[in-house]
């Protein structure tokens, strides 16, 4: 019998459990191992309480049976069998999630292929391999290569440290869009549900909240939630549109929902026209196709062919978790961020500075009701927690284009910096749980939008 406890990586760990004793030319159903997927501190304890180190350490095994001989027969063990399903206790091996996590990300493959190497790993030292003994350690690397193999999880090509650049990674934001009832909530709990790493970034206002983070050892998304986007009432080009719903400033990727057990209609294809006008990329889904026809469904795809933009058109079942893998394919392809802007319970100057920057930027948009037309940049100068680590200062240049617009963003006797300032050092406190000190000066670069380099100093490189 194979017990897992923790069930978010049972189906690895049995395979993993079930090739390597049939490896050994016996019978996974003859064995009886306990695997438990324990944190950082339980790991500790135990390494404290049986071996008296007080360290983390991947993964720990508790043999039972010594010179066990294969294949295994269980009639010679007697004592140990239990009596359950009269298999052979072979012992209990304890893998440590957190480490096992990082050395994921330090060695750049994915959490399952970990968890699998270290099941395989602490199995072999229950079935009586030592990797401190010269000969078997070669023997013991060689079988762990071949097992992995077999269940799938080898070495990818860039499954290699040195090769992992920072610039391997990936990340990006995601919104999320569809009529009510679509799916929206549902997909993202499917996508992150059990990923969630922090949902702690919740600015006061409903723009740009953050609905779940999807964390992978090489990519990262951002899934947030934003208001929808207005058709322009005049022709005020695609970059004023954009403006308008800055919302949608920065996002890499927009997912359209569609729900397939109501009508395609034209609210949905106008809708998506607006996004592919202002030169969004969009992946169109089709939900719920567990509920109709394949016929509904293909119908459905043929309409969606009639937009020649979209970036990709996937059908899921968001409540069954159909067809999320390929749609996860499409959105990282679409990536184009390189930080790891939330890393769990922590905030690092670096993406704190990013969302700093973003939040300044979303209050003056707001409050500015486009009174400067061509938008605003916002570039953190300073980014620091003083010493007596309970209040931080920012100090920030909000950028504009023309000379005209800095008068404008002072507003009267310095009133609407004032007001932005305001607003803004409310989500940043709400964030950091700190005190915040926010200074804020407006600076005129004139074409600034035309010059790359800006662009990129700024955080818009496209
Ligand atoms: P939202 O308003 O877009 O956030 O939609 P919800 O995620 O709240 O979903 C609305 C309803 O549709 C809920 O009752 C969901 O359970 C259901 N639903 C969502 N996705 C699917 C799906 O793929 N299949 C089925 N059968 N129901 C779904
Ligand atoms: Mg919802």
Redesign the pocket.
Known sequence: MIKTYGDEYRDIIEKVVKITIEKHQSNYKDIDVEINLVDNEEIRILNKRTRNIDKVTDVLSFQNIQNLRFPIDTSKYLTEINPQDNSLMLGEIFICLDKALEQAIEYGHSIEREIGFLTCHGLLHLLGYDHNLGADSEKMEKITEEIMKEANLEREKSDNKSQMAATDFKSGFVAIM??????????INTLVGEKVAIVSWKPQTTRNKILGIYNEPSYQIIFIDTPGLHKPKNSLGKYMMRAANSALDGIDCLLY?IDAEKQFDQKDKENIAIYLDADIKVIAVV?????VTKEKVFGILTELKNFAKLQAVVP?????GRNIEPLKEEIKKLLTDHIKYYDKDQYTDKNMRFIASEIIREKALRLLNMEVPYGIGVDITKYQMRESGDIIDIDADIICEKAAHKPIILGKGGSMIKNIGTYARQDLENITGSKVFLTLFVKVRTEWRENSLVLKELGYDN
């Open positions: 569809g009529k009510p009832n679509a799916g929206k909530s549902t997909l929902l939900n719920k196709v567990d509920r899921i079942s968001a409540l069954r």
